[in-house]
């Protein structure tokens, strides 16, 4: 690619990039949010027709501005916010545009879900192919996506923060994979905000900073410093504050919660400004004890307290009004409203709130809008442009601080600095910080070990849809919490979740097998 | 701080302000276009005659517009419960005329709140729910009514005779119902931008699930976005019956696709959670220009109908393309 550039009315999103990259190798692209990263790779995969500059693909000067010439020319990109048709069966999706007929046009389905299910095992999925994709989780919707390109045998594959909803396992697995995709001779663009990662896949990184290129280095040049130096223009450390908690009295008891085929009797307590981590393996159950614990989905047995008064299971909007809320891992499914301005996402939850005998007020919406915008640092031309125009990580800004700003009692984040880049998500620790100052409870939901272990005084193991045990503060380290969370470790204190909840034991590590996994 | 603030709410309402002009710039090239096919066209008789003429069109589509901006696109029993409330308006006439008023009102409601009910808190889809309901009061209303069609009686001082009035009843010159539909205009556009209420509905219409996950109660918004379609859709319909002089359940038919036309032209994006009354008004007037022109162009009734719908063929083809020339490949 050369000098290539692209405007979006208000923004020059790319400015005069070139970028080269060559067969058989895998190219990190960083920058902080905003810095044009999935838009310069937006380009290359055919979603604009008003780009400037010059595009080359194995020497030949080629135009992509439809997805069906990128995809001619061998370009397949997985982005970063997913693109699966919801109601339609993973088969279909992964194989969309080239569904097996025969010779009367008929799809033959056999042949389909058998095709289907050899992508999803390349991928290391054990789905049935047959089910909707609206049913199944972020992560594995992810890995559906990332076949679905994969089957289109492209030559270039962009990767665009395919790792932020996944897991370790699933991770090291797509690791494995690029990794033979590379010994086959694929260009590989592979845009991440984790450095670790990109120091273990990478054999180069370009650096993009306000829409321009700020250098590509060889990875055996670069170091975390100076590529940390080249996005932010300064150096910042990856690094938590010792925690000095002042941890009160119990918030929130959540006793014997059971949703049939997801969780099992999970019972705990919360205290007053402090932050409980809930660790496990993807699929273990902690986003639906989440959902289900708020009130967004159903609850079969058990009771959550909240200040002494129970939440009445189902009513979501009830346990909003009372402080307790949940911040959701997808923000594009159920978390933005994408069409509508930063500015009225940022007070959606606070309709209630602000408003008189059923009035609102504009004012007061408007005033708390630009505090937030401004104080989370939230890159975008104005508060008034639609959310869905906002880079990845700047969405993410814009629906946690919905939530900061209704200073409830209990937030519950799940995943809350997914796409984030180095700095913001500094911002966004320290605004949970400042909360947790303030006496919320935090329940903490993240697949960033360094994020969980930093950020947590306490952290509960789920495992299979169970509790299996609590560690403290002192115990916890990303080792640590990952033996737990695979079952092989030795907690020192499994009674203290017992003696926490006051009632309800919660049986040990030894009666896994007989619940079935969702 | 605070200069940012205002500075930011004046952004918006001088969105709001160009997004409106279209459509009163459409209004106003018809108006010319009026004066060009008749010299009679331009009298203050006319105007109150147009006025009057999209008077119950306005009325449907102001409700309408909840349907719409709430992200549940049209309610086709509309309608069906104009009809209804006119004929249980006159089947009560006996109870004198507020009571007959009031309880035609009350059974436009009832048909809202089931809707509302079926659509808000068991998720169906509206278009094929509330069609389904057209459907159903169509054939009850036929089926208890035994195909008759029900007048009311017409004796001076009778409450049939008022009955029949309120449609002729005028302040001034300016016919009552003209008075009415500006005022559910009004009291429509405060209610949208004005209350919560209106907040919540055009959060819901943007995204039901993510409006969910706010802590909005989404059943409750749609229900009262039912509600408020019903009540100004019964209110239209007892002036119609009155207009008709009798009560028969094919009254009303064809409001429904006029108005969600008035609401789009309007600018209220089918996809909810966009739009605002001003401009549903000026889709009202554009459609009653086009209708008078036509009528002092001598161009049929039938034949008017197949313009109102290239209309809105036309109208909606554009907001699909400025959707994409904005490159809103999110929304
Ligand atoms: N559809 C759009 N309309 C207008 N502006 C947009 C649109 N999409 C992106 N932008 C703007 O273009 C700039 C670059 O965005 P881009 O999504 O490429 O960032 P990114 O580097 O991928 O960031 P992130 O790490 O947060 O994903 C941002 O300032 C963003 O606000
Ligand atoms: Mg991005």
Redesign the interface.
Known sequence: MEAVSKRYPGTLAVDRVDLGVNAGEVHALMGENGAGKSTLMKILSGTFNDYDGLIRIGGQTVTLHSPAEAKEHGVGMVHQELSLARPISIAENVLAGRLPANRWGLIQRKALFEEARQWLEYVGLALDPRKAVGEISPHEAQLVEIAKVLSNKPCILVLDEPTSSLSREETARLFDIIRDLKRRGLAIVYISHHLPEVFEIADRVTVLRDGRNMGTLSIAEATPQKLVQMMAGQTIDEFYAARHPEIGDTVLRAVHLTRRAYFHDVSFALRRGETLGLAGLSGSGRTELARSLCGLDPLHYGTVALHGGIIQPGDYARAVSKGLVYLTEDRKADGLFLRLPVSQNLVAALTARHSTMGLCRPAKDAAVAQRLFTTLHVVAPSPEVDAGTLSGGNQQKVLLAKWLATKPHVLILDEPTRGVDVTAKRQIHEAILGLTAQGTAVLLISSDLPELVGMSDRVLVMRQGRLIGEMQRQELSEEAVLLAANGHYAFRTPDTVTSNTGRGAVRPAASLQEQGRP | ??T???S??K??AA?TALETAGIYAVAATLLVAGVLASPDFLTAENLLSILSGVALLGMVACGMAFITYSGNMADLSLPTTMAFSGIIAVASLSLGIVPALLLGVLAGLAIGAMNGLVVGKLNANPILWTLAVAFFMEGFMRFTWSNNQLYPEIEPGTPGAAFIGIFRLRTGPVPLIVLVMLALFAVAHLVMT???????S??VG??R?????????VSRVVFFNFLAAAFAASVAGIFLTSMNKLGVFYLGQGYDFKAVTAVVIGGVML?G??GHIPGVFGGVLVIGLLTNIMTFLGITAFRQNIVTGLVFIAVVGFQQYQLRA??????
């Open positions: 701080m605070n940012q603030t205002t930011s709410s952004r918006s969105r004005r209350t919560r209420f209106g907040r919540e055009r959060l943007s995204s699930a993510a409006a969910r996950s706010s802590g909005i109660r996809s959670g966009r904005r490159g809103k490949d999110y929304a």
